[in-house]
């Protein structure tokens, strides 16, 4: 990039953190288009400042990617903008009628860029592309099962995703792919998977809650790695033995997400390592790691992954990294994600 400066930059919101972190104080994009995941205010004003140009575009792959756009002229605007020309989008109520300006609803997608359905699945496409009425014309559209609203301006909002497919670090994530997999386990009778924006990196996390008794999280993480890909496996597992439930009979998504919280932010176990071991927390690769997980809780064996790493956060590690160990390729951050072994590997470089 500095050696070409491009024109045109495309890319998610995850992709941009991890760049801005590698480019000089005074690098400056020319034409930004930021999109595929949710714009936090905080990345928004990060872009504006540095953008000559910034745009959020918004839209699911059903829709053939892009649905709408919104040039932000504004640090912190995280608005996803109106419709491209040939496609009509609808904010609508449970009654599948229009919603007022301001007043939160479902996104329907209809117009040119729809897809036929998914490949092989007739249900699924049932269930997602169907015919609604809305002021009396009758079109095929698209379910997002993202929550939004149209503002008094006529600008498109999205607030957040409503079951089904997840976005977390630019993975597309469907929860009961990784539900299903968590319930194959000798044990386990029941489990909920759900998204928890971290502030202090600015990231979404999957939490995982296990129901089960006498099974160790080091056993369903070793299940869940066996059977599904790396981006699925849930940054944080806790078990419990019996999930909230709503007076409906639903899992209790808001409790989930209070406990989430609480259990992330507990006041950390007094270390019981020996002292080989706690001398993580005086290592200057401690204290570096120790900005992104609790390191309190973590011995020289343990994989950073599976103590809460994001690989977005890996990328920032790298980057404050550099100033001690300027040789250190990103790769081996992945390829020997504990204490133990990467500073072994950085005595050799």
């Known amino acids: ?43 928004s004003t990060s872009l504006f400042e540095r953008s000559e140009w ?37 904010v609508l109520n449970e009654e599948r009628q229009e919603c007022a300006p301001g007043e939160p609803g479902r996104i329907y997608i209809a117009g040119d860029g729809l897809a036929l359905g998914y490949f092989n699945n007739p249900t699924l496409t049932a269930s997602k592309f169907t015919e609604v009425c809305v002021g009396g014309h009758t079109q095929r559209m698209y379910d997002t099962n993202d929550i939004g609203y149209v503002d008094h301006e006529g600008v498109f909002n999205f607030l957040y995703r409503e079951g089904g497919f997840i976005k977390v670090n630019g993975h597309r994530v469907e929860p009961t792919e990784i539900t299903d997999a968590l319930e194959t386990l000798e044990g386990v009778s029941g489990s909920a998977v759900i998204p928890l924006y971290d502030a202090r990196s600015d990231s979404t996390k999957l939490i995982g809650w296990v129901e089960c008794s006498g099974v160790t999280e080091a056993t369903i993480r070793a299940h869940l790695e066996a059977k599904l890909s790396y981006y699925l496996i849930p940054h944080h597992l806790y ?64 994989n950073f992954f599976e103590r809460g790493l994001t690989s977005m956060q890996a990328i920032s590690f790298h980057l404050d990294m550099l100033d001690l160990y300027p040789n250190l390729e990103l790769h081996e951050i992945f390829e020997r994600p504990s204490f133990d072994k990467l500073t072994s590997e950085l005595e050799c470089i």
């Open 1 to 43: 990039m500095q050696r070409w400066s491009p024109t045109v930059y495309q890319a998610t919101p995850s992709l941009f953190k991890g760049l801005l972190g590698y480019l000089e104080t005074g690098w400056r994009f020319q034409k930004v288009l930021v999109g595929g995941e949710a714009l936090s205010p905080q990345l």
């Open 54 to 90: 910034l745009c959020n575009v918004y839209g699911p792959t059903e829709t053939t990617v892009w649905s709408t756009a919104h040039v932000i002229l504004q640090a912190g605007d995280t608005r996803i903008g109106r419709p491209i020309r040939h496609t009509q989008i609808w």
């Open 239 to 302: 078990t419990l033995p019996a999930l909230p439930y709503t007076l409906s009979g639903k899992i209790d998504g808001n409790q989930l997400e209070a406990m989430s919280h609480q259990r992330m932010n507990e006041a950390p176990i007094p270390s019981a390592l020996p002292p080989k071991e706690e001398a993580i927390a005086s290592h200057p690769v401690g204290q570096i790691l120790g900005q992104y997980v609790d390191i309190t809780r973590m011995s020289k064996d343990d």
